[in-house]
């Protein structure tokens, strides 16, 4: 199925990727030509079968709802692009 | 005298025990030979030469303290995409170029306390989306073999150092047969186990329910060493098993007498190169020396393992990937003007054109009104593919095939086009999409390009593919043959 230029605009919306302009024409075309590859998978004969999200047949395990992890709020934000006083900072989301 | 980069990861564990060596004499040695060789094939990111040979002084302390774990004192490499603490983890991606993790991942942790020294960290394709480790942000990593070739992808620099002999062995990991085909395309044994068998703590996500951690190495001996050292159950992984691991060395060298072997003739399509053909027939041949029974087994779904990963496997990846925000780690775009916009060019500048791709295919799949159509239905073909496999090994121990439809193709040959691209993966998917653990050991040349041979085994089996991969190896001497231009 050949998609269109404003459905893939409205992907890459939903994706928050910014594309320029010169790009889009040749990413509709891969992206055409993989929708129509996988395309492929409506005939395959799947009536009642059960879909499979998961190679191992196994439940989720639970923990015990205790504290198992110490605070490293300083460690991890040293690998953030911009922080003040322990908060993560981005630009103004409210006027 | 042997060279130390001539023997396996076996030979220099039994080397430094014996005193032959010590670590820091083996480490230097690996080091120099990524310093003479790499600019060739470009297979590390990043060289810990500092932290290299304090931990090899360490492990030479430990060991005359009569201490240190199975691994002590034998350097390895690790593919940047498993986390390391204070070493920066790039993923291959610029999004990451400027991490360091604050933590190691569980593999890592396991095989520093096995004893392990770690020489750098390994090129990758971005994200470990690529077959041929060209969309890496640093580059593409050249194959040893024939430098104007690809060595294959995602854990291509792994494959490629090991098979230079710049590192004894490294850690990979295959989503959609990111160990397998670059260990084919080189000339090395790779495997990937049972999903769940390693722990994927700290191993960057792809696609999660794909994604399974394994080795690169010289032979199945040395995978055997280093898989068992880190395997194992993990809690901080929700998909660890909790399953005790076998002794993966003691069987090796079990008597192949009566093993049955299942050929797909799907894998035999028009699509297999007739010269990688005739030297598959030529190792199936051996293996029926040896003792195996080859059975031709029909696997009417695995033709569908191509279509069915690229609509799970996108899918996941744009889930996983939405968490590189420009907010919390990694890049982000130079003065953005609100919010939407710092989303928005951090992911389109920080990103490569395949993971973006990638991420385009997985949100068009599960936005409204498409997810039935592409994600659910892949989801119900991944159960007929995985109901193929079930239904082989009721009559046959292992699946045996090709590892790759050819040999190494030239470098730039498949970037134009995606989908030809995604189809050198036609033979390694199906073990992904069904969580099964398989191998690629080195079969013979096409010229001067080395040729791989798959097992594909049932859950847990890992132990059987090992034992038929080093039978095989003991009777042939592929496996030990290393590219001239990097063995002086």
Known sequence: ?95 | MTLMHELTLTELVAGLRSGDFSSVELTRHFLERIARYDQRLNSFITVTTDQALAQAEAADRARAAGEGGPLAGVPIAHKDIFCTSGVRTSCGSRMLDNFNSPFDATVVSRLGSAGAVMLGKTNMDEFAMGSSNETSYYGPVKNPWDPSRVPGGSSGGSAAAVAARLAPAATGTDTGGSIRQPAALTGITGIKPTYGRVSRYGMIAFASSLDQGGVLTQSAEDAALLLEAMSGFDPRDSTSVDKPVPDYRAGLSADLAGVKLGLPTEFLDEGLDPQVRAALEVAIGELQSLGAEVIEVSMPNLGLSVPTYYVVAPAECSSNLSRYDGVRFGYRCSDPVDLEDLYKRSRGEGFGEEVKRRIMTGTYVLSAGYYDAYYLKAQKVRQLISADFKRAFESVDMIVGPTTPTPAFELGAKTGDPITMYLNDIYTIGANLAGLPAMSIPAGFVGELPVGLQLVGAYFAEDRLLNVAHRYQQATDWHRRAPAAFMQ
């Open chain 1, 1 to 95: 199925m050949a998609l269109t230029r404003k459905q893939v605009e409205n992907i890459a919306h939903l994706a928050r990727l910014r594309f320029s302009d010169q790009e889009i024409p040749a990413l509709t075309e891969n992206l055409s030509r993989i929708i129509d590859f996988v395309d492929q998978l409506e005939a395959a004969p799947t009536g009642e079968v059960l879909p499979m999200a998961h190679p191992l047949d196994q439940a989720q395990r639970l923990r015990d709802d205790a504290v198992s992890e110490s605070d490293e709020r300083e460690r991890f934000q040293a690998n953030a692009p911009a922080t003040e006083a322990g908060l993560y900072l981005v630009p103004k989301v409210i006027e």
